[in-house]
């Protein structure tokens, strides 16, 4: 019995803590986007994917992140398939779209405090606060959303990544309309991201640096 566990425990110890795209196929009205593609991040890695307009970038990540089903394949999260997963993999995940998903009548604190509070994982305003000036919205945090400019939006979105520690973050053009200070910053928190044990997936039509490197898949091409 003892053997059998400690074979089992093992085996569980092993499974790599990594995203795979295995053979995932992608169809929009007539178009195949994606044909058998498959990729593996593991921790500590980030992928940036890149192409033209159209070439599929949103729909990996939605897919990568289980809010669209492949017409074929699998994406799996530590060896198992993220639509069996469900919740377990919903709340290890970070995606930020491609919009901003806020809302526009509501402040950036408003805004970070019912986001927590939907997904299951409140937090306090102190921890808002703390998230929103770091973000470098320090007196801006009780504006309604709608008054801010693209970039500070952009900047009470991505307050979120401070908020709780996922292992997974899909990100979708993160750094659009974020001035060279905003993107420094984002760079340095994927960076630290990376570094505690996290995996990034994200898109950008520019290129990126960081201190870990990046991996890059080029769609469309
Ligand atoms: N729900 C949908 N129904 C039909 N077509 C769709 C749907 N979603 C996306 N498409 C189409 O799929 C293609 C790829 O879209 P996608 O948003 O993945 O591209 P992208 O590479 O992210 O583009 P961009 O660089 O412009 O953001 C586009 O031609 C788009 O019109």
């Known amino acids: 019995m003892s053997d059998i566990t400690t074979a089992r425990s093992s085996y569980v110890a092993h499974i790599p803590a990594q995203l795979e795209a295995d053979g995932v196929e992608c169809l929009r009205g007539e178009r ?3 044909k058998n593609l498959t990729l593996q991040v593991g921790t500590g890695t980030c992928l940036l994917v890149q192409g033209p307009n159209g070439s599929g970038k949103t729909s990996l990540l939605r897919i990568l992140a289980g809010l669209t089903q492949p017409a074929d ?4 999260w530590k060896g198992q398939p993220i639509k069996q ?6 709340n290890d995940l970070l995606y930020c779209g491609h919009h901003n998903a806020l809302k526009d009548e509501l402040s950036a604190e408003e805004n970070l405090l019912a986001a927590a509070a939907l997904s299951g994982t409140p937090v306090t305003i102190d921890a808002v606060r703390e998230a929103l000036h770091q973000a470098g ?9 709608r008054v801010l400019s693209q ?4 900047r009470a979105s ?32 994927i960076d630290r991201h990376l570094a505690l044990g996290g995996l990034t997936v994200l898109t ?12 890059t898949l080029r769609l469309g091409v």
């Open 137 to 145: 919205l320090a007196g801006r945090e009780r504006l309604p959303v």
């Open 73 to 76: 394949g699998c994406v799996r």
């Open 158 to 189: 991505l307050a979120r990544l401070l908020l709780h520690y996922r292992p997974v973050w899909i990100l979708d053009e993160p750094f659009t309309a974020l001035d060279t200070d905003a993107m420094q910053w984002l760079s340095a928190l």
């Open 85 to 90: 997963l469900g919740d377990d993999y919903r």
């Open 204 to 215: 950008s039509h520019q290129d990126i640096s960081l201190a870990r490197g990046v991996r």
């Open 151 to 154: 970039g500070q939006r952009r």
């Open 32 to 34: 195949r986007l994606l």
